[in-house]
Every structure is written in C-alpha cells, then in structure tokens.
C-alpha cells in the first residue's frame, strides 16, 4: 500500500529565510506525487507535481520540489519566506493514472516576521 | 472560469439524521473525487466519480455513499449521522480521471453533528 509521512507537524521560519518542508513516500511502483496548500476556511489548492518528467519540479508562488527515488522523498523548499507562506501544506502520492490520491497528515508552515 | 463549487459551505445535523451535500466541478472536469478532513485523521479518501461511475473507494462504512449526473456534478450522502462525521468534506475536480491532471478543490462544507 502506499503512504506518505510529513516529518514535523509543525515548522516555523523566520520572514526571508529557506522553507524546507519534508515528503517521503512509500509506493511499490513509480508514484505520481503532489504538494498541495490549504489557507484557512479554503480548500487545497495544487502547488506542484511529478508525474515521471524532470526531477526539479517548479511549483507556483516560488516553491519547487526535488524528486530523489533513491531516498524516495520530495521535499518542498523556497528560497525566501513571505508572511504570506503561512499555511498547511500536503504532500500526496498516487501510484498509477486512475489511482486515488493519498495525502500525507500535512505539515503546518508559520512565518515569523 | 467558475471555480468547484461546494454547497452548502456550514450545516449543522443532529445524530441519527442524513444529510446531502453537493458539488459542482469546473467546467468541462468529469471527475470529481470526494475527501473527508478532520483534525485527528486528516484527508482521508471517501471516493471518485467519473462518467457517472464510481472509480474508486475508500474505506468509509455504507453509510457514506455518492452519485455523479450527466452534467458532472455530484453529490454525497451520509445516513445516520454519527458525532464522529463531524468534519470538512471537500470535492475536488478533475479535467479526466487520472491523477497526473491534479485536482481543484472546492471551499467545503463543513458539517457538524450535534
């Protein structure tokens, strides 16, 4: 079966700094993998995601995300924090097309001003 | 272009009741996937639509059940409500079923059972 874990519920950064927000997954095959936004009061909105292409995906809002199957993870950074960031972020894994998606418990970003 | 629309945003059931919530996908999507959120369990797969058809499941009791119209749009049931329904269901569309197309999701309804 496959899953994803998120390491840390919650990460805090200060206004500027790099956003480093980790995804590793489990999947007996090649995954298709997301990252997700949810604002509060909103639903999820699509970020990023790796569906076999390049491994560096660019994502919206200067996110992108790095696809390494021998630790297979997919971390989200961005190089600069914006107060705006602040939000909970999904990371998701499905294994095949027509597959559903499984999403990680999320990962809670606040930025410090 | 219309976003996904999800109504009603708020309802408030009381146990042992049912409920039926709806979505409308975005135009020209004709998949559109249902997701239970909650605090303790986070996005849990309730199940996907596509053509009308039921694609896949999740692992939610028979209580929870789902339809698609001709037109795309789908709605949710949920027979006797129990106090641990309590959360935000979310619908999101997509242009096909596959998920390398990624999905749009709605704002929500959040449901609370009293």
């Known amino acids: 079966a496959q899953s994803v874990t998120q390491l840390g519920s919650h990460v805090s950064v200060s206004e500027g700094a790099l956003v480093l927000l980790r995804c590793n997954y489990s999947?007996?095959?090649?995954?298709?993998l997301f990252w997700y936004v949810q604002y509060p009061n909103q639903g999820l909105q699509l970020l990023l995601k790796?569906?076999?292409?390049?491994?560096l995906v660019k994502g919206i809002n200067g996110f992108e995300a790095e696809f390494k199957k021998s630790e297979t993870s997919f971390h989200l950074t961005k190089p600069s924090a914006h107060m705006s960031d602040a939000a909970e972020y999904f990371c998701?894994?499905?294994?095949?097309?027509?597959?559903?998606?499984?999403f990680g418990p999320g990962t809670s970003l606040s930025v410090i001003p | 272009k219309a976003g996904v629309t999800q109504t009603p945003r708020y309802l408030i059931k009381t146990r042992g009741q049912q409920v039926t919530l709806s979505c409308s996908p975005i135009?020209?999507?004709?998949?559109v996937s249902w997701y239970q959120q909650t605090p303790g369990q986070g996005l849990q797969f309730l199940f996907e639509?596509?053509?009308?058809?039921?694609?896949n499941k999740g692992n939610f009791p028979g209580r929870f059940s789902g339809r698609q119209f001709s037109n795309s749009r789908s709605e949710m049931n949920v027979s006797t409500l129990e106090l641990g329904d309590s959360a935000l269901y979310l619908c999101?569309?997509?242009?096909?079923?596959?998920?390398?197309?990624?999905?749009?999701f709605g704002s929500g309804t959040r449901l609370t059972v009293v």
């Open positions: 998701a894994v499905s294994r095949v097309l027509s597959d559903k998606v499984i």
């Open positions: 639509y596509f053509s009308e058809t039921q694609r």
């Open positions: 999101a569309s997509s242009l096909e079923i596959g998920t390398n197309y990624g999905y749009t």
């Open positions: 790796y569906t076999s292409a390049a491994t």
């Open positions: 999947s007996s095959v090649p995954p298709y």
């Open positions: 135009s020209g999507h004709r998949s």
